[in-house]
Nanobody
């Protein structure tokens, strides 16, 4: 069964850090596009960071550049999102997603509509 499971969310003060993990099961990550997305209450889901299909280049939303870092460990079938200098506006449910059947080129990997497999999400709350 193909599955993505996120973890690592929580409550953190502004300026703090969190590391999210996304573990894949039922498939390998090797060439599939995979990324992190978030959805705040009342807002549309948006791309945060991703890898395109067969691409080691990382892509970021402008709002998180310089603060967030995506990485992957294919042997562990895990993708990470290191989040530093967190702001209240980063508060959202964070989702991991992958697209296993279609090629997702380069920065189009930031578009949620490109993905067909999603995790259940993990809540990140940034508040003092």
């Amino acid at each position: 069964q193909v599955q993505l499971v996120e973890s690592g969310g929580g409550l953190v003060q502004p300026g703090g850090s969190l590391r999210l993990s996304c573990v894949a099961s039922g498939f390998t990550l090797d060439y599939d596009a995979i990324g992190w997305f978030r959805q705040a209450p009342g807002k549309q889901r948006e791309g945060v960071s991703c890898f395109g299909s067969g691409d080691d280049t990382t892509y970021y939303a402008d709002s998180v550049k310089g603060r967030f870092t995506i990485s992957r460990d294919d042997a562990k079938k895990t993708v990470y999102l290191q989040m530093n200098a967190l702001k209240p506006e980063d508060t959202a449910v964070y989702y991991c997603a992958t697209e296993r059947h279609m090629v997702v080129f380069r920065s189009t990997c930031l578009q949620p509509r490109m993905y067909n497999t999603w995790g259940q999400g993990t809540q990140v709350t940034v508040s003092s």
